[in-house]
């Protein structure tokens, strides 16, 4: 077993909020995301999350490990990131949180030049109107709307 990969894995699971979207984010199978969170619980003897047909919750021990593995993967990703030839070229993940409407009218045309322009930036965007909390949800950016009447001067 990676265990790294099982890591990542089981953080995306829980993040994504169940194994079929984890499985998408991370372009892979979901019978594989299930078998790489199943061995990582079989290495750890101890069950990591509550699993129901509708939602999955962590366990106690899966909250404590949820907390080491998200800081792990960003030392894993810090260390990876400090000794790589840097120059001008972006790279890594980019994680966002936009509104909806302003995701699909002014992000999304502009999203196959932005790749192209920079193969090597992976994007995590995620369109919703609610709120979202930077530390929590591991976002680099958010952008919220306000109407000029709710705006501060």
């Not at 894993?76 to 890594?92: K, L, M, T, Y």
């Not at 009218?105 to 322009?117: C, D, G, M, V, Y």
């Not at 995590?124 to 001067?153: F, H, M, P, W, Y």
């Amino acid at each position: 077993m990676d265990q790294l990969a099982a890591m990542r894995s089981f953080v995306k699971v829980v993040e994504a909020g169940g194994f079929s979207e984890a499985a998408r984010q991370l372009d892979l199978a979901v019978s594989s995301v299930t078998r790489q969170v199943n061995a990582l619980e079989g290495m750890l003897n101890t069950q990591l999350l509550n699993r129901s047909t509708r939602n999955i919750t962590l366990t106690p021990q899966g909250h404590k490990y949820y907390d080491k593995a998200v800081q792990i993967l960003q030392d894993v990703e810090a260390a990876n990131f400090s000794v790589i030839e840097q120059g001008d070229v972006p790279r890594g993940i980019l994680r966002a949180s936009l509104p909806v409407a302003f995701g699909r009218i002014h992000i999304a045309p502009l999203l196959s030049k932005f790749l192209a322009q920079y193969p090597q930036v992976r994007l995590d965007l995620r369109l919703s109107d609610g709120l979202a909390n930077l530390v929590e949800e591991n976002l680099d950016l958010v952008i919220r709307q306000t109407s000029k009447a709710n705006s501060c001067r």
